[in-house]
């Protein structure tokens, strides 16, 4: 009786042991699960806003490419903004885009020559904390874009039109 009380009591050690041992591993994977989970998410969202940037100024090279003809492209301060101002004829009239950056937001505005502008009027286009635009010279142009953790992106372009 004795060894069957002392096998019983191994036994039982030996199960607990394996329970605990188990219950270890498993907390021990959902920990390091969760830690993977807030990592990728860390790098999905600076993936993101990094690419939000690099779109931005992306976006605007694009349309500057597009308007790059003589007198068509200048940077102009309106209302306290400094806004791009690209031009663009064809047979309805003339017509200009602005691109600024206000509250938070990078917007285009499209109308005719010469109409009526107000900051917010347009269409926001992309989410940023700041977005810098300069004459650095005859014909270029300088653009900096930052997010809201800090990131930034610059952007310097050359007119044809001007050369």
Not at 11 to 20: A, G, T
Not at 127 to 154: H, P, V
């Amino acid at each position: 009786m004795h060894q069957d009380n002392q096998a019983k009591e191994t036994w039982m050690v030996s199960l607990i042991s394996m329970v605990f041992i188990l219950g270890i591993f498993a907390v021990s994977a959902l920990f390091l699960v969760n830690i993977g989970v807030q990592v990728y998410k860390n790098i999905v969202t600076a993936n993101n806003d990094n690419f939000e940037l690099r779109t931005s100024l992306s976006y605007v090279a694009t349309k500057v490419r597009q308007a790059d003809s003589a007198g068509m492209v200048e940077l102009r301060e309106m209302d306290g903004l400094r806004v791009l101002v690209l031009g663009e004829e064809n047979e309805e009239g003339a017509f200009e885009t602005y691109l600024y950056f206000w509250d938070g937001y990078l917007y285009e505005h499209f109308m005719e020559k010469g109409g009526f502008f107000e900051p917010g009027y347009g269409m926001e286009t992309f989410e940023a904390a700041s977005f810098w635009m300069e004459q650095t010279g005859e014909g270029q142009l300088y653009f900096k874009a930052e997010n809201s953790a800090g990131d930034t992106q610059e952007l310097y372009l050359t007119l044809r039109a001007a050369h």
